[in-house]
């Protein structure tokens, strides 16, 4: 089976581009590293070239790109998907060499409706290096999507995709690892009405940034949906608010690794507010409601 490095980056669609710009800019801390030929703008938290890239359109999600081991990789998941007659895409040069990657292929999930990009090698960010200042973020962390086919997109993610269960809380939501990166989670699967993003998630390096986002986002009159609790299935500790467009952002700390052999048995917590935060707050009913599956590819 292909094996996987991380999530390497996911592209989201906004309805004001220059607003969320400097949103997630000047308020949720990311760097901004130049615009595309489409006028698409590239955020990131690293020393690559984007883990985060912003386009115009109807707000939602428009891919996630994942980035794999090897180009061995590429082609064991192209022969693995298109053994089952799901359709593979060669993104064209001119596009990977826009987006400062080699060799790139996507295809849209049957069950998800999520077009999925994987990509081995990005180029590094010229000039500054990743800086944190306003908060202190670690990586782009995880993305939870939301489908109404939910055991069969859970069972292709285990069998075709090579993730693994961490953890699920009933049948309502599944926490999965991209294999054999050890986070607790890349990617969550929610059981729900309609397909779409519930949030984005970015990972911090000091609970200090969590307090710190709370002020901030009071401060700037952005709308806090969740928290600050504490994640019982992963042990992390959250922070969820609205961008300008009502897509939900997650800040996290903390977050249980797995090793590559002999990890632990995935626990099924019971469906209870409890299972989601151990320290029982509210949430608000906006939490994951804004978010369309852009369905690019035909």
Known sequence: ???????????????????????????????????????EQFFRCSNDHHNLVLHQGAPGIKRIAWQMESEGDLGKIAQTLGGLGLRVQETPLAECLALKQGRTLRFSCPFTGVTHEYFVTMERADGVSWLPEMAKIQRIGHVVLKTPR??????????VLNFRVSDAIGTNISFMRCFPNPLHHSLGLLNAPKAGLHHLNFMVSEVDDIGKALWRF???????VRGPGRHPPSGSMFLYALDPDGLTLEYSFGMEEFPEVNPRAHRVLPLCPESIDSWGGPTDARLGAVGAVEHALE
């Open 1 to 39: 089976m292909h094996r996987y490095s991380r999530l390497g980056y996911v592209a989201l669609s906004v309805s004001d581009l220059p607003r969320s710009s400097r949103f997630y800019q000047d308020v949720w801390g990311l760097m901004p590293n130049g615009s595309g030929a489409a006028g």
């Open 150 to 159: 939910y055991q069969e997109a859970v069972e292709f993610y285990l069998n």
């Open 218 to 224: 009071k401060k700037n009159d952005v709308p806090i």
